[in-house]
């Protein structure tokens, strides 16, 4: 790929996202629109995590990354601390592929 195309790309993208504080400029956004682009961050974040976690070659994996998910959603459910939620899903994604 060209430099010539990165930069085309670049400024579309700064464009783009410079579109819409100019477009609106002062004026809020709609309720629903505000309410949606509250959720919207971690609804992302968890379609990431989900296709982080169980996907590869387009098929379904079920491997040692799993075992860490699992192991750091048990840590949030408990409220741990952020540490101890990485330190589990480490922890038990060392143990599964030591094992598996």
């Known amino acids: 790929m060209s430099w010539v195309a990165i930069a085309a790309l670049a400024v579309g993208t700064y ?35 989900a296709v982080s976690v169980a996907a590869g070659d387009r098929r379904l994996v079920l491997d040692a990354r799993l075992a860490g998910f699992v192991a750091a959603a048990a840590a949030v459910w408990l409220r741990a601390s952020f540490l101890l939620v990485v330190l589990a899903g480490c922890g038990a994604t060392a143990l599964a592929r030591a094992l598996g």
Request: aromatic share 0%; charged share 15%; glycine share 8%.
């Open 15 to 49: 464009a783009l996202k410079a579109s819409g504080p100019i477009l609106l400029g002062d004026r809020p956004l709609p309720p629903r629109l505000g309410r949606l682009a509250e959720l919207l961050p971690a609804a992302l974040l968890a379609a990431l995590i």
